[in-house]
């Protein structure tokens, strides 16, 4: 087993392998020590024939290792059901990244279908003991410090003691990857009113409220999300995946528009080339999904990162390096001690029924 370990499910990227391996060079010279890197792909003679090119001089540079696996189901088209293709097609690429993964003991990065992700992770590795929905944590830019949705989409139907387990389980990333000691927690609400939101909403605002060992807000409305004022927001998967999206075509769309009013007038866009280039630059960094690389599946008995699908090369380097920050920190170890801590803390778990 290698603690240093990278499984990189690269048979799904759009991008391409020459653009994912130039991806695992970049991130190869920068965490700059060597790294067992698996690489999961459909056609492994093309595949050493890019890696030849594009990511073996890296990966002699820093001592690194490399090997290939070869996954013999392609995947279809179109998923409809995550779990029946994930049993239906066994030589997946994504489930074959898992089981090498499983075997080795080492950090899971797959820019797929993140539903099928989901049915990988919780076949294959297991939800850790304690745990009954895994989130999913993802970045979001504000004009603040960078927050962190839990769930960004992995549990669309949850109940508030999910919210509550989503809250110990982000405190744990977010201390132990990004260095924030007793990170503010703040729960997504139509107001700042103990009285406003949904039964689901009220019950796990009493919950996370009643739990001294977490470091709870209140409530966060729509408005205020982008102020940065907490380090974690909780939310369902539902509204998690709808508002992040939501952000990301606003984003976009806000670039976009700028750049079009700007062309209107030939002086204003000969202004702006010369004056206002490196603020359209440094406003896409700050917007822009590939400075992380990925979102983490947290909850698993393992480390798993999940990409975009267009994720380039700049993108994946980062997933890399988040997800090997995951291992050093033996993050879904330091999850595991959390709820069974609070567990046996639980009222509930003192005697009687």
């Known amino acids: 087993m290698s603690e240093s370990a990278v499984v990189f499910e690269a048979a799904t990227a759009e991008q391409g392998l020459a653009e994912m391996f130039r991806g695992a060079a970049l991130a190869l010279r920068q965490i700059n020590r060597p790294l067992d890197l698996h690489l999961v792909v459909y056609d492994e003679e093309e595949a050493k024939a890019l890696a030849a090119r594009e990511l073996m001089p890296a990966v002699d540079s820093v001592g690194a290792a490399i090997k290939f696996h070869t996954a013999t189901d392609k995947l279809p088209e179109r998923v409809e059901s995550p779990i029946r293709v994930h049993k239906s097609y066994p030589g997946n690429p994504i489930r074959t990244a898992f089981l090498v993964a499983k075997d080795i003991g080492g950090v899971v990065i797959s820019p797929g279908n993140t539903g099928l992700v989901l049915a990988g992770a919780l076949y294959e590795f297991g939800r850790l003991p304690g745990i009954e929905r895994p989130p999913i944590a993802t970045p979001w830019p504000t004009l603040g410090k960078t927050l962190f949705v839990l769930d960004a989409g992995a549990n669309v139907d949850i109940r508030p003691q999910h919210l509550l387990q989503f809250a110990h389980i982000g405190k744990i990333y977010v201390e132990r990857i990004f260095d924030r000691p007793n990170p503010l927690i703040g729960l997504l609400s139509n107001g700042s009113e103990e009285y406003k939101g949904n039964s689901l909403v009220r019950e796990s605002h009493r919950l996370l409220s009643e739990d001294s060992s977490i470091n709870f807000a209140g409530y966060v409305e729509g408005q205020t999300v982008f102020e940065g004022n907490v380090d974690i927001l909780l939310m ?86 988040w997800a090997v920050r995951m291992v050093d920190e033996d993050i879904a170890a330091r999850i595991e001690r959390e709820i069974g801590e609070g567990d046996a803390q639980s009222p509930n778990d003192a005697g009687g029924s």
């Open 236 to 321: 369902d998967g539902f509204i998690g995946n709808i508002l992040l999206k939501f952000a990301e075509g606003l984003a976009a769309a806000t670039n976009k528009v700028l750049r079009e009013e700007i062309r209107r007038n030939p002086l204003g866009a000969l202004m702006a080339r010369a004056f206002l280039q490196p603020s359209f630059r440094r406003f896409k960094q700050r917007f822009d999904y590939a400075e992380w690389g990925g979102a983490p599946l947290l909850g698993v008995k393992g480390n798993v990162v999940i990409s975009h699908g267009r994720s380039d090369a700049n993108a994946l380097k980062n997933a890399i390096r």
